[in-house]
């Protein structure tokens, strides 16, 4: 189904269903293209993507989107608390992280639900939210960049426009029922410690906190988890019209006239949670006048903070429309990074709503006045010539594309980033910490993705930050033992330790599944290998200790100690082995043991900093193409593009999608282009399952982006980028430093998917990479393509893809 410019009237259209890109009917390339109006917010918001389709700017700290329910006030219906197929809706909360995969996810702090009945008890006492909540229709929504509409069928209807900090709410109610809104101050989705509600009638504000946090808690192990909080969100709420009527709620009593209530919900579920929590509402006349306008600020830092942000941000005669028009120029300006003609109408929805989606975050903490909560649960202000900071980094996912795209399309965004992380490792006792939300840090995943982030910003020409520092503190990380990497707090999703039991892993060279104190042995070996190889390149370039990066760069090799090569009877693979240095038992090629969220048969291609030796290891290039090939296609020859077996190429989760690529450096490139196609075309489409998992922060939305301009990082560390063959006709790569990369295909389509020839400025270039120059001082490459594979091009020795491990 052809998918609408005008978004959100698509998606009554659409009923869920997902068109993939293969399916598309073609369209002739637009002269100009408005990113704006191409991007459909529900894209991902249904099959686990997790996405939200509220309102929310670049970068932006508030996010105004609404939370289902599926009949569990203490749980909901996705892991970011929105999801498609469920249409019942409890309330509209202040913050969201995009498509984080714990469940109940995080943050979706203060719902805020218009009622359109009496207050006939404590709406926490629902715990089935069979009263205070409404059913709803995607026909009355509306969800386009930083605006967002919905009609609930209790007949009210709430319209929102967003700036990085605040927003404004046109509210609606019938005129024959009561106007109630609720504040569930205390019901953000993991839960609460405590919550503050208080209500100002004089002034006609609603104002509170809640002090929360919890991601990933109930994947709590090893005798510990994350059911702790880490930050504090503080908001107001100002309105235009003076209250009718107020109270508040605690636990299951309720509290008419009230103007004050405080309590938590505690992190659990169920039974367990429910009927625990505090709120307030208040009312409003709607016999003389249905609307009602509502302003809101929020800050992690203090109430003052939260007025100053909203004060700032929207002046008392802004309104949505305003505020919506202006929210759409600031998108304009952040699409339009990347400007592209050809492909259909389908592939540049998916293309601007992944692009939409990879810069959702990281995310503003700080306030217009530059303080930020820090993860040492203090104070803080940002450093001279910093211009915000950030939060919210999923480090395992987010290394392996997203990053590499913040840094090349936004590398002041990127520079600010690597400061604020940074600023956390200094609060938290030089630690850093992979998977960090808002400033908290919560141990989730494994490995040191900081390194390659990092090390991938400066070699993208990042400059804005103290390089040499954090490279130090990163390698203190990484060679000197912390106290924490002793303990099993946490393990095995959430493994308290950075550089679990570093003292094993130095002296056995890869980490035991029985002492490593982590989440599996040889899958941590990987991480931490690609994390060493960076700090050695990056050091390399910082002219560090030459005896300090041979080292590291040593290290970089050492994934072959987890690499057996009789795994089978006909093949070697990863494989976690123990202290005394035998292997684990009862391997399969489909084992997760030794592993996270993944196979053997997935991790034994995470190595995309040393190809050329992992070829070797698995018998030489034309063995691994074979095993890629079996690797990529089921039994009966077709493409395996969804996740559920375990022996083949999983497209919704993190250590196996650069695999498509790493044909490229078998001397097979004409297999790379067809695979990233056929992934980019069968698992990526149009509609709300238009993503084939979680978006993790932008990462599966930044592959898309990447496939489709037909290049992808060769490596985390570095800046070359492999080569494929683009989706559109032309796309030119605005930099924000002034840098344009222009990558021209002429007669690009579905059909036309081979590389015939490049040039690179108008010279034949015969290379299936891009070195790092093009992408840091700009160029135009020229991919010609066809409908037969050319097996020539990219095929010769020099023309393969040099990898930096020695």
Request: overall charge negative; some cysteine; aromatic content about 10%.
């Amino acid at each position: 189904m052809r998918v609408l410019a005008a978004c959100a009237l698509s998606l009554a259209l659409l009923g869920g269903a997902f068109t993939p890109l293969s399916a598309a009917r073609a369209a002739a390339p637009p002269p100009t293209v408005d990113p704006v109006a191409l991007v459909d917010p529900l894209i991902g918001s249904a099959n686990g993507g997790n996405t939200y389709p509220g309102a929310v700017r670049p970068f932006g700290m508030l996010s105004f989107s609404p939370t289902s329910t599926a009949g569990d006030q203490t749980n909901t219906a996705a892991s970011n608390g929105y999801s498609y197929d469920t249409t019942r809706l409890r309330g509209f909360s202040l913050t969201h992280v995009n498509g984080a995969g714990c469940h109940p996810g995080a943050a979706g702090d203060v719902p805020i639900f218009p009622h359109t009945g009496e207050m006939t008890g404590s709406p926490t006492a629902d715990v089935t939210d069979a009263t205070y909540a409404s059913d709803f229709s995607h026909a009355d929504e509306l969800a386009e960049p930083g605006r967002y509409r919905l009609g609930l069928a209790n007949g009210a209807e709430v319209d929102t426009a967003v700036t990085t900090r605040a927003s404004v709410s046109d509210l609606t109610f019938p005129a024959d029922k009561p106007a109630n809104l609720l504040f569930r101050t205390s019901n953000s989705l993991n839960g609460s410690e405590t919550a503050v509600t208080r209500i100002d009638e004089a002034k006609r504000t609603v104002s509170g906190s809640v002090l929360t946090g919890a991601f990933c808690g109930r994947r709590g192990n090893g005798g510990g988890s994350n059911k702790r909080s880490y930050y504090r969100l503080y908001f107001t709420a100002q309105f235009d019209r003076g209250f009718s009527g107020h109270g508040t709620w605690v636990n299951g009593e309720l509290q008419p006239g009230s103007t004050q209530a405080r309590g938590g919900e505690g992190y659990e579920t169920g039974a367990a949670r429910q009927g625990q929590g505090s709120g307030g509402y208040v009312s409003f006349d709607p016999s003389r006048d249905q609307s009602v306008r509502m302003r809101i600020g929020i800050s992690y830092t203090s109430l003052d903070a939260a007025e100053e942000n909203l004060a700032a941000e929207i002046g008392r005669r802004d309104t949505v429309g305003s505020v919506a028009a202006d929210a759409k120029r600031d998108w304009r300006d952040a699409l339009s990074s990347i400007e592209v003609a050809g492909g259909t109408d389908e592939e540049q929805t998916a293309f601007y709503t992944g692009l939409y989606h990879s810069y959702l975050q990281p995310n503003v903490i700080s306030d217009v006045a530059g303080t930020y909560w820090g993860s040492d649960q203090e104070v803080h202000r940002i450093e001279r010539g910093q211009r915000a900071q950030y939060g919210n980094f999923s480090g395992w996912d987010q290394y392996r594309a997203h990053t590499q795209l913040l840094a090349l399309l936004e590398p002041r965004v990127a520079g600010d980033f690597a400061r604020s992380l940074h600023a956390y490792s200094r609060q938290h006792g030089g630690v850093w910490d992979r998977w960090v939300h808002l400033s908290g840090w919560t141990h989730v995943m494994t490995g040191d993705p900081s390194a390659p982030t990092l090390a991938g910003f400066y070699s993208l020409g990042v400059r804005n930050f103290d390089a040499q520092g954090a490279y130090d503190s990163l390698v203190r990380q990484a060679t000197v033992p912390h106290p924490d990497g002793l303990s099993s707090y946490g393990c095995p999703g959430q493994c308290i330790g950075q550089r679990p039991n570093l003292p094993d892993y130095l002296s056995k060279g890869y980490a035991p599944q029985d002492t490593c104190r982590c989440w599996g042995g040889a899958a941590e070996t990987l991480e931490d290998a690609v994390a060493d190889y960076s700090l050695a390149d990056w050091g390399r370039r910082l002219e560090a200790d030459r005896a300090e990066t041979d080292s590291l760069m040593e290290r970089a090799g050492w994934w072959q100690h987890t690499f057996n090569p009789a795994a089978t009877a006909t093949d070697g693979y990863q494989q976690a082995r123990n202290g005394d240095g035998s292997w684990v038992s009862g391997f399969t090629p489909s084992t997760q043991t030794g592993f996270a969220q993944g196979s053997s048969a997935t991790y034994t291609w995470m190595v995309p900093h040393d190809v050329a030796r992992l070829a070797e290891a698995v018998g030489g290039r034309e063995r691994a193409i074979q095993r890629l090939d079996a690797f990529f296609h089921k039994a009966d020859g077709s493409w395996q593009y969804h996740g559920g077996d375990p022996l083949r190429y999983d497209p919704t989760n993190e250590p196996g999608i650069h695999v498509p690529w790493m044909y490229n450096a078998l001397g097979a490139p004409w297999k790379t282009q067809e695979t990233v196609r056929a992934m980019a075309s069968l698992a990526y489409g149009t509609g709300p399952r238009g993503l084939p998992g979680n978006d993790d922060l932008g990462t599966m939305s930044a592959w898309y982006v990447f496939s489709a301009m037909g290049i992808y990082p060769q490596d985390p560390a570095r800046a070359e980028m492999l080569l494929s063959s683009p989706v559109f006709e032309r796309v030119v790569i605005h930099r924000g430093n002034g840098v344009d990369i222009t990558i021209e295909s002429p007669g690009a389509g579905a059909e036309n998917i081979y590389v015939q020839s490049v040039t690179l400025d108008g010279a034949p270039h015969t290379r299936s990479w891009l070195p790092e120059p093009v992408m840091n001082r700009g160029g135009t490459v020229r991919i010609d393509v066809g409908t037969e594979p050319n097996r020539e091009w990219g095929t010769a020795e020099a023309d393969l893809p040099i990898y930096h491990t020695d």
